[in-house]
């Protein structure tokens, strides 16, 4: 069955450092999503992103944090200088026609 | 924007018991109520949707109802193993063709005893 895949699956920081966080979405599908979940809290939209540009975006999703889709097959997070209020899991998701988010298994962000 | 609460954050339940979690959005423009399962260090993973043009839906022991009127929707689990213990997210939005922006609810802890 087609999976989302994220790499990595737990990064450590030091606050202020710059991180990449790598998706690579099911092939078919062509929207894509970054979330966020705070330890014990709800999963949070950051961003979606279609036909090679952001579609929309959340409060959350403030100038230090940027996406890319490099080539054909990965879609990235970029946070320019990590806080410590970034520590988070960070998941990826796409969908295809039917409008169904499909999430990888996150990655571990954490802040030091 | 559009608020999605979801009640109980916790829920035990002895096995072969029935769960129901129930969640209430504010956007009557959304049209769009997955439900996402996450097992502990996992994503969230989609295990029934409904859509604004359906009142209920059934997937062998998991069925979603959805009251547009009322704007809520609920999660029924009938016969409930250990292997349904988990968190559960109710989500809505707006869907538009292939694109949705899930709102989600704060999730609820079943506990499934054997």
């Known amino acids: 069955e087609p999976e989302v895949t994220q790499t990595p699956s737990h990064q450590v920081t030091q606050m202020g450092q710059e991180v990449i966080l790598r998706c690579v979405p099911i092939s078919n599908h062509l929207y894509f999503y970054w979330y966020r979940q705070i330890l014990g809290q709800k999963v949070e939209f950051l961003v979606s992103f279609y036909n090679n540009e952001i579609s929309e975006k959340s409060e959350i999703f403030d100038d230090q944090f940027s996406v890319e889709r490099p080539d054909g097959s990965n879609f990235t997070l970029k946070i320019r200088s990590t806080k410590l209020e970034d520590s988070a899991m960070y998941f990826c998701?796409?969908?295809?026609?039917?409008?169904?988010?499909?999430f990888g298994e996150g990655s571990r962000l954490t802040v030091l | 924007g559009e608020n999605v609460e979801q009640h109980p954050s916790t829920l035990s339940v002895q096995e072969g018991d029935s769960a129901v979690i129930k969640c209430t959005y504010s956007d009557s423009a959304s049209n769009y109520f997955p439900w996402y399962k996450q097992e502990l260090g996992k994503g969230p993973q989609l295990i029934i949707d409904i859509r604004s043009n359906v009142g209920e839906k059934k997937d062998q022991r998991i069925a979603v109802t959805l009251n547009k009127t009322a704007k809520h929707f609920s999660l029924h689990i009938t016969e409930t193993q250990p292997e349904d213990s988990a968190v559960y997210f109710c989500?809505?939005?707006?869907?538009?063709?292939?694109?949705?922006?899930?709102?989600f609810g704060k999730g609820t802890m079943l506990l499934v005893s054997p």
């Open positions: 989500a809505a939005s707006i869907g538009a063709g292939g694109y949705s922006t899930l709102t």
């Open positions: 998701a796409s969908s295809g026609g039917t409008g169904e988010l499909f």
